[in-house]
């Protein structure tokens, strides 16, 4: 399993990977691959004044 946080000033956003379908011999019709995962969030605000 692989997992990034994305932080900010009032929370985060964590991604976790849990599978990734065929890697590495194998992509999706589109390209890349589709993967088998769990998006998490806390209280994530952000405005264009933080972006700055």
């Known amino acids: 399993m692989k997992e990034f946080i994305i ?3 009032h929370g985060f956003i964590r991604i976790e ?6 890697f590495p011999n194998e992509t ?3 390209g890349g691959y589709d993967v ?3 998006i ?3 209280i994530f605000k952000a405005s264009f004044q933080d972006l700055i």
């Open 7 to 9: 932080a900010g000033k």
């Open 17 to 22: 990977l849990n599978e990734v379908y065929g």
């Open 28 to 30: 999706s019709y589109l």
């Open 36 to 38: 088998k995962g769990k």
């Open 40 to 42: 998490k969030n806390h």
